[in-house]
């Protein structure tokens, strides 16, 4: 079956950095996602890999190891806003996307 | 900016009930997708179409139709709704590219939060 692998919950302090980290194991790959979604709010798009390597965004990072069935989404200098779930996707041969359950961070000051 | 608009926030029905969700999206986008969100759980679809008139089941159709008349317009329907539908709705779209490859990009609306009594 189709997997995706990820942190339940996390806690980091203002200002700190956190790596959220997502594994999976899918019927084939055509691209990892990363969105993020604040409470009762819709998910935003954040970032997307499809090779491997670190794909930088300003305070966000994404990494991806496609022999390793592995990324993170790397988080700097946080702030209180940063608190949120953060969701991994994975597009599979079908061009579907398989959904982890979410990250939640807490932030405190 | 695109926007995914949701008819309803927040809805209450009673088991048995027929519910409609109804979605717009102003950005002309060919793909629109039906998702729940369950605590614990990862996104889970529904119901998907790349045009109009044209729907796809996703992981979970049972229980569900969808309805898509108009390119911009993106209608779930519970035909008797039960206690286990009760769950948070999303509403998508994305940019269709040739050969079905795109950036995965999607554009949520702010979810549907439906409780079946």
């Known amino acids: 079956g189709q997997n995706i692998d990820q942190p339940t919950e996390m806690t980091a302090t203002e200002g700190a950095i956190v790596q959220i980290n997502c594994t999976y194991q899918?019927?084939?790959?055509?691209?990892l996602f990363w969105y993020q979604q604040h409470a009762g709010e819709a998910p935003t798009f954040l970032s997307y890999?499809?090779l491997d390597g670190l794909e930088e965004k300003g305070r966000f990072s994404s990494f991806l190891s496609r022999s390793k069935g592995y990324s993170y989404l790397l988080l700097k200098e946080l702030q209180m806003k940063d608190s949120a779930s953060y969701l991994c996707?994975?597009?599979?041969?079908?061009?579907?996307?398989?959904w982890g359950a979410g990250t939640k961070l807490i932030i405190k000051p | 900016d695109v926007k995914v608009t949701q008819s309803s926030r927040y809805l209450v029905k009673r088991t048995g009930e027929k519910v409609f969700l109804e979605c717009v999206q102003d950005?002309?986008?060919?793909?629109m997708f039906w998702y729940r969100q369950d605590p614990g759980l990862g996104l889970r679809l529904i119901y998907f179409?790349?045009?109009?008139?044209?729907?796809e089941k996703g992981d979970i159709p049972e229980g569900y139709s969808v309805s898509r008349e108009k390119k911009e317009r993106f209608s779930l329907i519970l035909e008797s709704a039960s206690t286990n539908q009760t769950s948070m709705y999303l509403c998508?779209?994305?940019?269709?590219?040739?050969?079905?490859?795109?950036?995965?990009?999607?554009?949520f609306g702010e979810g549907s939060r439906l409780t079946v009594l």
């Open positions: 950005m002309d986008h060919e793909n």
């Open positions: 890999n499809v």
């Open positions: 179409s790349y045009d109009v008139k044209m729907k």
């Open positions: 899918t019927s084939g790959f055509n691209g």
């Open positions: 996707a994975v597009m599979d041969s079908n061009y579907q996307l398989i």
């Open positions: 998508a779209s994305s940019l269709w590219t040739s050969g079905r490859v795109n950036t995965g990009e999607l554009f």
